[in-house]
């Protein structure tokens, strides 16, 4: 399974851009990387999710190298409502077989006004 | 509307005791998995099932029994419950099984006492 590493803090002020990045070093061919937004007492919360080079909705960006070791979740301009957990996710897209998803440690980002 | 809703929402109850957790989804999804959330925010897979067939079994102490009785309900029943059971237990759902975009419940928070 693949095992993925992350900060486990970080601190911004409103407006900045905030760059998170997940490692995951024995990622798989078939495994796309997935980002999930965490508030106090709420479930996870789909952001965003890729396989490679770069990918962009309302929400965020997503940068992931050639080599797919490691994957940067881009918050463009965060504002206080940022402040949660981000969780890195590496699984497997395939319908068959028991490949299990492993969430990353998450990295609780602060926003500070 | 709520889209994965889970019940109780809280849960308190004495070691040996044994309890249930319910969840149910509206969207439609085939796929519906729960997912322990312990007290340092490590969220790890428990179980998955797809069509009612359990797919993902993953280390998990037989006291915990998932049951599917249909595509849009996953109960989880826990026999003799212990001190380390202690978490916050979500339910997800997704169209597809494994890495599509998962819908997470509120979460239960089981304390044992």
């Known amino acids: 399974l693949a095992k993925t590493t992350q900060p486990i803090s970080m601190d911004s002020y409103e407006g900045q851009e905030v760059n998170i990045t997940c490692s995951h070093n024995?990622?798989?061919?078939?495994?796309?990387i997935t980002w999930y937004q965490q508030f106090p007492s709420q479930g996870p919360r789909f952001i965003i999710q890729?396989?490679?080079t770069k990918v962009t909705n309302e929400v965020a960006s997503l940068f992931i190298p050639a080599d797919r070791k490691s994957s940067t979740l881009s918050l463009p301009r965060v504002s206080l409502s940022d402040t949660a957990v981000y969780y890195c996710l590496v699984g497997d897209m395939a319908n068959t077989g028991r490949r299990a998803l492993t969430f990353g440690s998450g990295t609780r980002l602060q926003v500070q006004p | 509307d709520t889209a994965v809703s889970q019940t109780p929402k809280y849960l308190v109850t004495q070691m040996g005791n044994d309890k249930s957790i319910k969840c149910e989804q509206n969207?439609?999804?085939?796929?519906m998995y729960w997912y322990k959330q312990d007290s340092k925010k490590f969220l790890k897979i428990m179980f998955s099932?797809?069509?009612?067939?359990?797919?993902i079994n993953e280390t998990v102490p037989n006291r915990f029994s998932p049951k599917s009785p249909d595509k849009a309900h996953l109960n989880l029943h826990i026999n003799s419950l212990e001190l380390g059971d202690s978490a916050v237990y979500f339910c997800?759902?997704?169209?597809?099984?494994?890495?599509?975009?998962?819908?997470f419940g509120p979460g239960t928070r089981l304390l044992v006492l």
């Open positions: 997800a759902s997704s169209q597809a099984p494994l890495g599509e975009t998962q819908y």
């Open positions: 024995n990622i798989a061919t078939n495994d796309y």
């Open positions: 890729g396989y490679k």
């Open positions: 969207l439609g999804h085939d796929t």
């Open positions: 099932y797809n069509n009612k067939e359990l797919i």
